[in-house]
């Protein structure tokens, strides 16, 4: 199979059986080079046609607590009181931002998940921000130039991360 990108489902389909067949291909081998560009094709694919929604903030807490075996008692550290843990579980109140902070180290989970925020392409849909280390070139210039001036693609015209 040639590599090429995957433009729809069909080249996705090709893509995968490829990578399956490809599999166990020994290290440093030339079809072990294919396999890696076809992971990483699919994977970008995958990322804007199939995206995977973070969980809601509270569902990820009960699953930490399932699978930390933790109760209740042992989020009041980081919640606060017995009734303000309940309140949060239970969805009648909001996480605050010492909450979240202490969650998030308390349990592992990050805190752009407990804060509800979806990131896309390095950026926040919620708010809007980007972040530039997560970001892409045509994403930070998109993000520069969104309220006016000349357009970033001709700003750049030329370079192939556009």
Excluded at 17 to 35: Q, T
Excluded at 77 to 86: E, L, N
Excluded at 95 to 113: C, E, F, H, K, V
């Amino acid at each position: 199979m040639e590599i090429r990108p995957i433009f729809n489902e069909k080249d996705h389909k090709l893509a995968l059986a490829e990578i399956d067949r490809l599999w166990d291909s020994e290290e440093g081998s030339s079809d072990r080079e294919r396999f890696a560009v076809l992971v990483a094709l699919v994977a970008a694919y995958e990322e804007k046609h199939h995206p995977i929604d973070p969980p809601d903030p509270i569902d990820a807490i009960r699953f930490r607590m399932e699978q930390g075996g933790l109760s209740r008692k042992d989020l009041e550290p980081m919640i606060g009181s017995r009734a303000r843990v309940s309140e949060v579980l239970n969805g009648r109140r909001e996480l605050t931002l010492p909450m979240i902070r202490r969650l998030s180290r308390g349990l592992g989970i990050t805190a752009d998940i407990l804060a509800g925020v979806r990131l896309k392409q390095g950026g926040s849909e919620r708010t809007g921000r980007v972040n530039p280390f997560m970001a892409s070139p045509s994403v930070l210039l998109d993000t520069k130039y969104r309220r006016g001036g000349s357009a970033p693609r001709t700003l750049v015209e030329g370079y192939a991360c556009m």
